[in-house]
């Protein structure tokens, strides 16, 4: 027993037993939360975001893997010269006037460069 420190002296021994039964007191008295535990919301937990609409795991048993369409946009080229030619048909002194393009000339005007595709690169191994 070290007497120095007060460690084992019978004074101490009560004063220890006296706290920790305070404790326990303290403890038992603290209101105890009734009724439900609360818990994490999940999102079938929430309503519909519209009406009509129901919630639904069909994605997560469905019989084949879901297909995700991705689509990537490139920088279009040229674009100032479509801004000109918009500019000249549709002015009444321009001798292009009323000449409009088809979509296939737009699209031909503005198309990306080649380089630009092959920065968009897929995986060899197909993607179901």
């Known amino acids: 027993i070290n007497a120095e420190y007060g460690e084992g002296t019978p004074a101490t021994m009560q004063q220890r037993a006296a706290a920790l039964w305070l404790l326990i007191v303290i403890a038992a ?3 105890v939360p009734r009724g439900p535990v609360p818990r994490v919301q999940f999102e079938l937990d929430t ?3 519209r009406p009509g609409w129901s ?5 997560a048993i469905a019989a084949e893997p879901p297909r995700i369409e991705l689509s990537f946009a490139v920088q279009q080229n040229n674009v100032s010269a479509l801004l000109a030619t918009l500019e000249r048909v549709s002015d009444p002194e321009s001798p292009q006037y009323g000449h409009y393009l088809t979509n296939e000339q737009v699209h031909e005007m ?3 460069h080649p380089v630009s595709y092959t920065h968009l690169t897929l995986p060899t191994k197909r993607i179901v």
Do not use: D, E, K, R
């Not at 919630?55 to 994605?59: D, G, I, K, N, Q």
């Open 29 to 31: 008295s603290s209101p």
């Open 47 to 49: 309503p519909p975001s």
């Open 55 to 59: 919630p639904s795991l069909s994605f």
């Open 110 to 112: 503005v198309a990306p």
